[in-house]
């Protein structure tokens, strides 16, 4: 097999109290999810425990021992959550649906896993989010849009692609409550417009039944102009009557076709992609018309709202970037059908490493939405350095938008607190490939199970999630738990402090987006700027500049829009300041580049060391591999501090208060 299988490689383990369990599972098996479940349960217990498990139909009786599978509509559990509960050797998974069964059965596994005994277990849990949903950008020639752990196991040469990995792939995915996903690029170009025809359709939905069988709706990025790239027309107005009818008919076919089918996935009007803008309608008409669509086979249209416009001239100081999500959508709020739903990146620019949380969330209130995250790494190392994501993703979520007095976080929006809605939930950009460990650095693929797990759970801490992630991967040794923890804990904010400074991002390569660039965007037409000059940097998005900062609820507007109380590490997001400006901190701007930049690299060796101390206690090939991409970022980073020390040296002539050495 050319592939490892992450953190479900399993290890034995002999004296576990567990055993007792896991020599036989009752309950029905006929619906393919419940097969499934057993079908995990037998191999977690052949490969950890050697024990053989045996499948009895039914309900086990009194005195038995072992683990039911029990779905129980009477308890207090939504369609996906489940309770496991121990008593006098019989492990009953009860779970609102088949769904839950299955989550509940991978939780169960990762007692296993972990060492845990299930001897009087209590565990009940249900999902924070209805959406779990990953997004690949992959293409049908088998390369991947910001892909960094080689080439696409769902498409090579123009075809789809199922065999091992496909399975392999639902299980890694299921395992950590994963209910969705899109294959294919949002940016749908090529043959990928066809994938809603033959032959392709048929493969897909070949692989939606591998999906369904592990819970996973299958999900497809679409076309807006289809019907002039796939039907005769010369327009795709979503207004036109026979554009419409056309969509409604293309629909029926495809959900024949794939009846597993989710729904689909929609870059419309962004970067270059078509969309309702060209024929004077609004994101509202677009989406609405491929949702009557496919409302009578329960599809789901996904909207995104990365929507800007990517030729600003560097004269206009007005125009901005960062408030084109909010100005294009928010006005369009109540006008979505019930069966659409936006999906919002999680700031209002592009994944960098810093930004503030976008203003559409909170700024909406009868819109489903959907918080997009990247966990494949475009502009955090991708997957060269290590940076553990699931911090970032808390902070988002935990971010109060102040649109009603309680239940007001992104958490709650997402989850369908706030507003009751049914269709919400989160989505990654995904992090895989067909290298043999998934993710190319051995520590990215704790963002891929992070994800999914904060995504089921979002009240687990980041630093639950990766110890469990650490134990499921690499066993329980403690000084192997508490250095990899001390690693993934510590890369987010090391990689902020090499980075561009305080919330400003951008300062990358352009195009491929790796590497230090001050200049690359400042002088490019996306309107990405920094605005450094001899005297300050940073961009006036305050009401006195392009008015960014009133998007917010109040007390966020004035909390961003006041330069002394916007915190500082979104200060230069928010306003444009001199070079000697003190910081909340106490030190300026430039010393705090300065130090920030040094401290960055120091934290680079020390993950780079606390790995080499694990030599010989984690599996050789995961050492070298990691090591030598650890040893990359070191340079790396070292590389990143010394670029932008010496531009804002150059810059302002004011040296380092610590007198080190600026090239
Ligand atoms: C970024 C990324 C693109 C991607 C786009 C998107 O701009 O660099 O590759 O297509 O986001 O989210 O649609």
């Given at each position: 097999?050319?592939?490892?299988?992450?953190?479900?490689?399993?290890?034995?383990?002999?004296?576990d109290t567990n055993r007792q369990y896991f020599a036989a599972v009752?309950?029905?098996?006929?619906?393919?999810?419940?097969?499934?479940?057993?079908?995990?349960i037998?191999?977690?217990a052949?490969?950890?425990l050697?024990v053989?498990t045996?499948?009895?139909?039914?309900?086990?009786?009194?005195?038995?021992t072992g683990i039911w599978?029990?779905?129980?509509?009477?308890?207090?559990?939504?369609?996906?959550?489940?309770?496991?509960?121990e008593?006098?050797g019989l492990v009953v998974i009860?779970?609102?649906?088949?769904?839950?069964?299955?989550?509940?059965?991978?939780?169960c596994?990762?007692y296993l896993?972990?060492?845990?005994t299930l001897r009087?277990a209590?565990?009940?849990?249900?999902?924070?989010?209805?959406?779990?949903?990953?997004?690949?950008?992959?293409?049908?020639?088998?390369?991947?849009?910001?892909?960094?752990?080689?080439?696409?196991?769902?498409?090579?040469?123009?075809?789809?692609?199922?065999?091992?990995?496909?399975?392999?792939?639902?299980?890694?995915?299921?395992?950590?409550?994963?209910?969705?996903?899109?294959?294919?690029?949002?940016?749908?170009?090529?043959?990928?417009?066809?994938?809603?025809?033959?032959?392709?359709?048929?493969?897909?939905?070949?692989?939606?039944?591998?999906?369904?069988?592990?819970?996973?709706?299958?999900?497809?990025?679409?076309?807006?102009?289809?019907?002039?790239?796939?039907?005769?027309?010369?327009?795709?107005?979503?207004?036109?009557?026979?554009?419409?009818?056309?969509?409604?008919?293309?629909?029926?076919?495809?959900?024949?076709?794939?009846?597993?089918?989710?729904?689909?996935?929609?870059?419309?009007?962004?970067?270059?992609?078509?969309?309702?803008?060209?024929?004077?309608?609004?994101?509202?008409?677009?989406?609405?018309?491929?949702?009557?669509?496919?409302?009578?086979?329960?599809?789901?249209?996904?909207?995104?709202?990365?929507?800007?416009?990517?030729?600003?001239?560097?004269?206009?100081?007005?125009?901005?970037?960062?408030?084109?999500?909010?100005?294009?959508?928010?006005?369009?709020?109540?006008?979505?059908?019930?069966?659409?739903?936006?999906?919002?990146?999680?700031?209002?620019?592009?994944?960098?490493?810093?930004?503030?949380?976008?203003?559409?969330?909170?700024?909406?209130?009868?819109?489903?939405?959907?918080?997009?995250?990247?966990?494949?790494?475009?502009?955090?190392?991708?997957?060269?350095?290590?940076?553990?994501?699931?911090?970032?993703?808390?902070?988002?979520?935990?971010?109060?938008?102040?649109?009603?007095?309680?239940?007001?976080?992104?958490?709650?929006?997402?989850?369908?607190?706030?507003?009751?809605?049914?269709?919400?939930?989160?989505?990654?950009?995904?992090?895989?490939?067909?290298?043999?460990?998934?993710?190319?650095?051995?520590?990215?693929?704790?963002?891929?199970?992070?994800?999914?797990?904060?995504?089921?759970?979002?009240?687990?801490?980041?630093?639950?999630?990766?110890?469990?992630?650490?134990?499921?991967?690499?066993?329980?040794?403690?000084?192997?738990?508490?250095?990899?923890?001390?690693?993934?804990?510590?890369?987010?904010?090391?990689?902020?402090?090499?980075?561009?400074?305080?919330?400003?991002?951008?300062?990358?390569?352009?195009?491929?987006?790796?590497?230090?660039?001050?200049?690359?965007?400042?002088?490019?037409?996306?309107?990405?700027?920094?605005?450094?000059?001899?005297?300050?940097?940073?961009?006036?998005?305050?009401?006195?500049?392009?008015?960014?900062?009133?998007?917010?609820?109040?007390?966020?507007?004035?909390?961003?829009?006041?330069?002394?109380?916007?915190?500082?590490?979104?200060?230069?997001?928010?306003?444009?300041?001199?070079?000697?400006?003190?910081?909340?901190?106490?030190?300026?701007?430039?010393?705090?580049?300065?130090?920030?930049?040094?401290?960055?690299?120091?934290?680079?060796?020390?993950?780079?060391?606390?790995?080499?101390?694990?030599?010989?206690?984690?599996?050789?090939?995961?050492?070298?591999?990691?090591?030598?991409?650890?040893?990359?970022?070191?340079?790396?980073?070292?590389?990143?501090?010394?670029?932008?020390?010496?531009?804002?040296?150059?810059?302002?002539?004011?040296?380092?208060?610590?007198?080190?050495?600026?090239?």
């Open positions: 097999m050319d592939f490892e299988q992450a953190w479900l490689s399993y290890r034995k383990r002999t004296d009752y309950g029905e098996f006929e619906e393919p999810v419940m097969n499934t479940a057993f079908l995990e037998e191999r977690a052949a490969e950890i050697d053989k045996e499948r009895k139909r039914g309900m086990p009786e009194p005195g038995a599978l029990k779905t129980d509509p009477e308890e207090a559990l939504s369609e996906e959550g489940y309770h496991i509960s008593r006098d009860a779970a609102g649906g088949v769904r839950g069964i299955l989550y509940g059965s991978f939780a596994i990762r896993q972990t060492g845990r009087g209590e565990l009940r849990e249900n999902p924070s989010n209805p959406l779990r949903i990953l997004n690949h950008w992959d293409n049908m020639d088998g390369s991947i849009e910001r892909g960094y752990s080689g080439k696409s196991f769902f498409f090579r040469d123009q075809e789809v692609l199922i065999n091992e990995r496909t399975v392999a792939y639902a299980r890694l995915a299921a395992s950590v409550g994963i209910n969705g996903v899109v294959i294919n690029n949002v940016n749908v170009r090529g043959n990928a417009t066809r994938l809603i025809e033959e032959p392709y359709a048929s493969k897909v939905a070949e692989m939606a039944k591998i999906f369904a069988d592990y819970g996973i709706r299958l999900f497809l990025s679409l076309n807006f102009a289809a019907p002039m790239e796939l039907g005769d027309f010369d327009t795709a107005d979503p207004l036109d009557e026979e554009v419409r009818e056309w969509w409604k008919e293309k629909m029926g076919e495809v959900f024949t076709r794939i009846p597993n089918l989710g729904g689909f996935l929609v870059k419309a009007d962004s970067e270059g992609r078509p969309g309702p803008f060209t024929y004077g309608r609004d994101h509202a008409d677009g989406a609405n018309m491929l949702a009557e669509a496919v409302k009578p086979y329960g599809g789901i249209i996904i909207w995104r709202c990365f929507v800007y416009n990517c030729q600003q001239d560097w004269r206009d100081y007005k125009t901005d970037r960062a408030r084109s999500g909010y100005d294009n959508f928010a006005s369009l709020d109540g006008r979505f059908l019930d069966n659409v739903i936006l999906q919002v990146k999680n700031g209002p620019m592009d994944f960098q490493v810093r930004e503030p949380v976008h203003p559409l969330f909170g700024g909406m209130k009868e819109t489903n939405q959907i918080l997009e995250v990247q966990i494949a790494q475009e502009y955090t190392g991708q997957q060269r350095h290590v940076c553990y994501l699931i911090p970032m993703f808390r902070e988002i979520l935990a971010f109060r938008t102040y649109c009603s007095e309680t239940e007001d976080t992104v958490a709650d929006i997402v989850s369908g607190r706030t507003w009751g809605n049914k269709l919400c939930g989160m989505a990654a950009v995904a992090n895989t490939g067909d290298d043999v460990n998934w993710t190319g650095h051995d520590m990215a693929a704790a963002n891929l199970y992070g994800f999914g797990r904060l995504s089921f759970q979002t009240d687990l801490t980041a630093e639950e999630i990766a110890e469990e992630w650490i134990v499921c991967t690499f066993g329980d040794d403690s000084e192997v738990r508490e250095k990899i923890l001390k690693i993934l804990m510590m890369s987010w904010p090391a990689y902020e402090k090499y980075n561009a400074p305080l919330g400003i991002g951008w300062m990358v390569n352009p195009n491929f987006h790796y590497g230090p660039s001050v200049d690359g965007y400042e002088y490019s037409r996306w309107g990405t700027y920094h605005r450094a000059d001899h005297e300050g940097l940073g961009v006036d998005r305050s009401d006195r500049g392009t008015g960014y900062a009133m998007q917010y609820n109040e007390p966020n507007a004035s909390l961003y829009n006041d330069l002394d109380s916007c915190p500082d590490e979104l200060k230069l997001f928010f306003h444009h300041v001199p070079y000697t400006y003190r910081l909340r901190s106490g030190k300026t701007v430039l010393q705090h580049i300065y130090d920030t930049h040094f401290e960055g690299v120091a934290d680079a060796e020390k993950m780079k060391e606390l790995w080499q101390s694990l030599e010989g206690k984690v599996p050789e090939r995961i050492y070298r591999r990691a090591l030598e991409r650890l040893e990359h970022q070191v340079w790396h980073a070292a590389e990143w501090r010394d670029q932008i020390n010496s531009y804002f040296f150059r810059k302002t002539g004011i040296g380092d208060e610590q007198g080190r050495e600026i090239y």
